[in-house]
């Protein structure tokens, strides 16, 4: 089993550019998860969903649009990108919200120019 | 909204000293988890508190929730080179939503 798999792992864009990022899980999971991790900040959740079709907002969704069209797989979408999204984007994925253990990704690093 | 603070953000330890990073959340909790992250590596988890008052230990850590079930801790004994890393803990309550502190990054000195 490949876990939870993101793409791409490395991007740069222009400000102003869209793109999506790919979260891919093989372990039937309901619940998947997008997170920002930038230095001094943690981990910031980003948006989330509960199963296939339903998507909610985290503490920080401005500027993203995510969507979840098939339980194994979470897109992440920068419509017009900034500066200030520049970030290592992790995605993760859990059976159910209170049984533990979040499956990460090995990130993506995303450079806004 | 649901905070998760965590402190201290650094922590400078000689090898063989004992650590301790701690959590408080602004709301009741209903579990919390333990997180550590190697440089230029994903989270991965250590272990999930549910109970008030519970206390668990995996070798040389040992986790605690609180009573009120709004904080938690992790103290690690005689820390080794290989505690190095950034140990972060992370909270749900009934909204689904799994919220992180900012972590603790462990530095090793030999």
């Known amino acids: 089993n490949a876990g939870v798999t993101q793409t791409p792992k490395f991007r740069v864009l222009k400000t102003g550019q869209s793109m999506t990022l790919l979260c891919a899980q093989d372990?039937?999971?309901?619940?998947m998860y997008w997170y920002r991790q930038d230095p001094g900040m943690g981990l910031r959740l980003i948006h989330y969903s509960v199963g296939e079709g339903t998507t909610a907002k985290g503490e920080v969704p401005d500027g993203y649009n995510v969507s979840r069209l098939k339980k194994q797989n979470f897109l992440l979408g920068l419509e017009s990108a900034a500066p200030s999204q520049t970030s290592v984007y992790f995605c993760?994925?859990?059976?159910?919200?209170?049984?533990?253990?979040?499956?990460f990704g090995e990130g993506s690093r995303l450079t806004v120019l | 909204g649901q905070q998760v603070m965590q402190i201290p953000q650094y922590q400078h330890v000689q090898e063989g000293e004992d650590f301790t990073t701690y959590c408080n959340s602004s709301?009741?909790?209903?579990?919390i988890q333990w997180y550590k992250q190697r440089p230029g590596g994903h989270p991965v988890f250590l272990i999930q508190?549910?109970?008030?008052?519970e206390v668990k230990k995996q070798k040389r850590l040992t986790f605690q929730f609180g009573e009120a079930k709004k904080n938690s801790s992790l103290h690690i004994t005689a820390t080794q080179t290989t505690d190095v890393g950034t140990y972060f803990c992370a909270g749900s309550n009934r909204d689904d939503k799994i919220i992180f502190g900012k972590g603790t990054r462990l530095h090793i000195l030999p």
């Open positions: 372990m039937n999971h309901e619940y």
């Open positions: 709301t009741t909790l209903s579990n």
């Open positions: 993760a994925s859990n059976r159910q919200v209170n049984t533990g253990e979040l499956f």
């Open positions: 508190l549910v109970k008030s008052g």
